[in-house]
């Protein structure tokens, strides 16, 4: 057993001795796999992955930010070849400045009878496009390719913008076998540095000396008139600087699945992003970026794009004064200026916490998030309350874990009444209501952003529960016809999602939806009551008849007692679970059902009554039911109270869902009397 | 059809400034009939093309749209596409509220510039402008002016009134004119309905329709684009990225094509040519070569979309998608039509719509059509060879949902001709489901099952081969979602690409499968194939069913019971057949412990009046309880 681990590690060592990561030393051996060494279902994985970002000083432009990329490809099989086409996006400032990529080089590996064959990728086949009025793109796609290729590239972007350095990405959807990173940051800049996701990546970090060199141009002249000789010297000289160098060496990492129920997969992947806290350069004073939250909060709230919006009034003050004139109620208030901002300028769908303009957005009625919701914060302090926007990072964006400014994308509003309740509010969407934000909104926390510019938290998972319940009133006959009325109750979430699809939908259209949704049920009387009254629950009824509700076996009957409306699949299907569960909100989700069972019929059985719970009090299950004549009652509760819930309960959370799929499928059994 | 031609001798001059009728502009002003079904209201809409000269077009459009809601903001439709050859000369919006006030105005440089290429794309030098506009309240108009130029007189844009399902129309119009010398000719297809209006004069022809109400989308019927009004327009003379010429006819247009776009492209390397005369040497038999071959182009080449000047119309040169190992659909046709040929055998560039809806190229319309490009080998005795030659993974001959069933489009050196390709029969497109089943004393099943799907359903299920196990987990538990708690034991997937026939080994198990009730169970017999499909409800169904494809599924699964129990009663036997299909279900009782359940399930293609629809409908639900039927066991 020794002897053999000796003849493994070995192996092992000598394999790793035989990678040669220099561009262009592509191995036979690395051809010659078939199968990825460290992930067998992987498509293609990275064997070589290299960045290095440096900052370069060029005379007469200043510094420039650089940054190198050298890939090294494996394909293991047709589906691995998404992975050979590059896309390079290239930012273009307002003024002209931009991004430019160059020394694009790339070469596919093929082993054909043994040797080794190298295509080379072709300038012409290399294209540049304007994709919008503030990105270009350079796309390319590897020639040449067969399963078991190698392709591998290098190229150089150069950029002007300093503060934007590329977050380091250190783990994709196939695996990486080597990865090196390395960003080196000259004494004049300091960067803060931002980790995430699940793997445990520390850059070594070492000081290096670094230097600039400046090559002057003298002109003297001497002598006089027609004699006179003028002379151009030329001289250098250098100045020496310290510079930070930050390396990172990973290997094998894994390759990063989507999995249902998460917010953004990109929580999870692991990254480090530098963000600029301040630049010192020689003579002159330091200028700070970020550092801390209350730096970021500082920073944010002296832009103009933000601060200064906020401070602006006079475009609202003549309709705000008049809309509250006759009320003094902070509460009402709220509700009335709220209201206001919604009815008067709409979300044109962009993100951002900055405003563009929010008198323009005011007189145009149209606006970003950022317009609207920092004209919202105030009109409210117009009114006199005490309202405060607050930094949000959507769903999708991920989460903030490092003060920066680019960690947010998206602001919301605070407000807090005198009698100390906080309320939160989003006019971007029609339908939202106090403390009932839009979806996208529902992710960890927000960072208020105070008058004085400090700052605090505020969690914007909801804490109170979204309801819907259901009530039914049915009659099955002997053809196994259910008949009979329905009535639900939905709040907060429930019904902010009922009305962001049904308010503005064609009525007969969304009627028709919801019938197919039941496989064809068949629905009159059909109404919705307060679909405008935001404040109110959306209280939903029908009165329907739907068939082939129960089995008819010999003289026995046989149903499920939530019939159509039962669960019928659980959403959880992977074995294994890596990342955390997001529900986004808690919610409580109830059906009571009286069913009245057909003449000439009698109760033989009914299923018995069960609770089940999940641990941590995160969720439970109750049924219970209850017959007596020709009469069944039943009452079935399910409750998630977390709106994220950690994967170590999700064998647990798997059972629940089955348990009480199962559950309400067990059966109520009727007989011929 | 009604039409109404007008002879005018008087030419019309057309000027054009905003449309004069204020009432156009408010929101209040439009008949009840168009509001029905519709989220956009096009209020009026004129087309004016002027051929200059075949190798000039200029086209002013103008549109005014009213939006009641959301789902119709896509209709306001402010896209213009423009290339090298084709320039935007004016561009404008204006925006009016519910009353017909104007509230915004949207110039030339206000709109969105961006690349045209989509997901599929790795370059494309089209471009498009389009209006971004956050409406503040519905309903609001949109009027809509766009001038253009184009060198490329190929592609005259068809009249299109409508172009979605919930749009209605009030009033659109169409007119084209051109120089002496050239000849236009234009195809009416679908107006059977409608008024339209015809008025032809000796240099220009215009048409005008008034009053199309909305139509919304429904279950099994004729996809859009093949019932919606469409009038086709081409010149007998036209250019393309500066290559003029004449047709006529779709032999004449496909004489045009072989040799202005394909004909000079096969310029096979050397290397490669003596490399398929030696995998093809000793090779008699052409479709044993042409197999060769197509693996060849399989196992060398992919599909990646390029479209650059000509290089939009024509194929790639063979030597460069030899060099690259890649290209577009007629790249890489192209590229197989020329290996083939120096295999000694004969193929053919065939132009067609793809889509899993069978939209037809125009038999008697000779004019640039089509969006994809196939291979066809021709045969003297049955059924032509067609290839699909942009996928990796496709057996030899087998094009599946994409080109199926269809008029496509042939071009040979002599010229074109229509011809219709590979339609999948009911029989042809079989599914058969082998299984066995145990059921415990406790309710809990194992089961294992061999599918094999043939015809249109290895269409539906040859992509599994390359998922992971993981993904491969979960698509079993979603075909089987209707058994909770299901865990898979073994997948093991075979795809016979020689015989084109997918083979799927699986065995699974689930705990609580048949339910028990006291002293009995419930056994659910259709383990392994369960339709829960039924086709959606409509109040009363407008548009005509259609079947696109048939199917046939047989199924034959052996259920042993628990030994414990005894059957109690089970249900009858079934048997329907319609002129949709046919239904059949046997429970046949092997010994007092295995019952045998068999079913065969069949679907016909075919068009059928809207008042079959709820026939249909009906045989599908019934399919639905039938596959619902369980068995009653009680203990012994």
Known sequence: MRILTMVLSLCFVASAFSQNYKFGKVSKEELEETVCSIDSTANAAYLYKYRKSYFEYIQGEGFVLKTEIQERIKLYNQEGFDYATEQIRLYKGHGGSEEKVSQIKAYTYNLENGKIIESKLN????????????????????????????????????????????????????????????????????????????????????????????????????????????????????VDFNKQVNTYSLENVPALRDEPYVNSINNYRSSVKYELSYTKFPNATIETYSTTWEDVVKRVYKSSSFGEELKKTAYFQKDIDALISSVSDPAERVVLIFDFVKSQVKWNGYYGFYADDVRKAYKDHVGNSGDINLMLTAMLRHAGLNANPVLVSTRTHGIPLFPTREGFNYVVTWVKLPDGSVTLLDATNKYSVPNVLPFRVLNWQGRIVAKNGGSGLIDLYPKTKSKNAMNMMVKIDEEGTLEGSFRSVRTNHRALSFRNSYNGADKDAYLEKLENRYNGIEISDYEVKNDKELLKPIIESYKFVKESQADIIGDKMYFSPLFYLKTSENPFKLEKREFPIDFGYPSITSHRVTINIPDGYKIESIPEAAAIRLPDNLGSFQFKILSRGNT?????????????????????????????????????????? | MKVKYFIVSALLLLVFSAFPQDNLYTSYSIPDDLLENANAVVRKSSIDITLKSASEMHVIEKRVVTVFNKQGDDNVDAIVYYDNNERIIELQALVFDAFGKQIKKIKKKDFKDVSAVDGGTLYS???????????????????????????????IQPFYPVNDYHLSVESSSYNISYPQGIAVRTKEKNFENLDLEKEELNSSISFK??????????????????????????????????????VESWNDFGKWMYHDLIKNTHDLPAGTRSAIQSLVE??????????????????????????????????????????????????????????????????????????????????????????????NIPQENGEDIWLECTSQKLPF?????????????????????????????????????????????????????????????????????????????????????????????????NNDRDNIEFIEDVSFKASNYSKIIGDRMLLPLNVLNRNRHVPDRYRSRK???????????????????????????????????????????????????TIIYNREFIVRDGDFPKEDYDGFRDFYKEVSKQDNAKIALIKK
């Open chain 2, 282 to 375: 000793g090779e008699t038999d052409d479709i044993e070569k042409a197999k060769k071959v197509y693996q060849f182009v399989q196992d060398k080449v992919r599909y990646i979309s390029v479209q650059v000047g000509i290089g939009g119309w024509k194929p790639f040169n063979v030597s460069k998608v030899d060099r690259l190992g890649y290209g577009d659909c007629k790249a890489l046709t192209n590229y197989t039509m020329a290996l083939l040929k120096a295999a000694g055998v004969e193929s053919y560039y065939t132009v067609v719509y793809a889509r899993g809806s069978q939209r037809s190229i125009e038999k008697d319309f000779a004019a640039m059509q089509g969006n994809h490009v196939i291979l």
């Open chain 2, 543 to 593: 548009l005509p069913l259609q079947i696109k494809r048939g199917f046939k599924d047989v199924d034959t699964v052996e259920i042993k019971l628990p030994t414990d129990y005894k059957i109690e009663s089970q249900p009858k036997n079934v048997s329907i057949e319609n002129k949709y299909g046919s239904y059949k279900m046997e429970l046949e009782i092997k010994d007092e412990s």
């Open chain 2, 397 to 493: 001959g087998f094009i599946g949902d994409f080109t199926d069933d269809r008029d496509a489009l042939v071009i040979t050196p002599q010229g074109g001709r229509i011809e219709h390709t590979k339609k999948y029969e009911v029989e042809e497109s079989l599914q058969t489901i082998k299984g066995t089943c145990n059921i415990s004393n406790e309710g809990a099943i194992e089961a294992k099952v061999t599918v094999v799907s043939k015809g249109i359903q290895y269409d539906d299920k040859y992509w599994l081969e390359s998922e992971t196990d993981r993904d491969l987990d979960t698509h079993y538990k979603k075909r089987w979602r209707y058994i909770n708690g299901l865990s898979i034991d073994a997948m093991v997937i």
């Open chain 1, 123 to 238: 300038k012409s086949d290399i294209f540049k496009s304007k994709a919008s009025k503030y990105t270009n793109e350079v796309k390319f796609t590897m020639p040449n390719l067969k399963p078991s290729s190698v392709i591998e590239y290098k190229y150089e972007i150069s950029s002007p913008f300093l503060s934007n350095v590329d977050e380091f990405i250190f783990q994709h959807n196939i695996p990486v076998k080597k990865l090196e990173a390395r960003f080196d940051v000259p004494e004049y800049f300091n960067f803060k540095v931002n980790i995430k996701g699940f793997l445990s990546v520390v850059p070594k970090v070492e000081n290096e000396r670094g230097s600039i060199t400046f090559n002057n141009k003298t002109r003297t002249s001497s002598g006089q008139g027609l004699s006179a000789v003028t002379r151009t010297n030329y001289s250098t000289s250098k």
């Open chain 2, 125 to 155: 030098d089209s471009r498009v402008k389009y209006l971004e506009y956050t409406p503040i309240s519905y309903p609001y108009t949109v009027e809509f002016i766009s001038e253009t130029t184009n060198r490329n007189t190929a592609f």
């Open chain 2, 209 to 246: 329709v008034k009053n199309v109400e909305a139509i919304k989308p429904e279950d099994y019927s004729p996809s859009f684009s093949v019932m919606a009004p469409r009038i086709l327009v081409a010149s007998n003379q036209f250019s393309l990225e500066g290559v003029k010429t004449k």
């Open chain 1, 632 to 673: 069944i009652q039943v009452s079935v509760t399910s409750q998630i109270n977390e709106s994220i819930i950690s994967p170590i309960h999700y064998e647990a959370l798997k059972e629940y869902f089955n348990t009480f799929i199962r559950k309400e499928a067990e059966q109520i059994v009727l007989t011929k009397a």
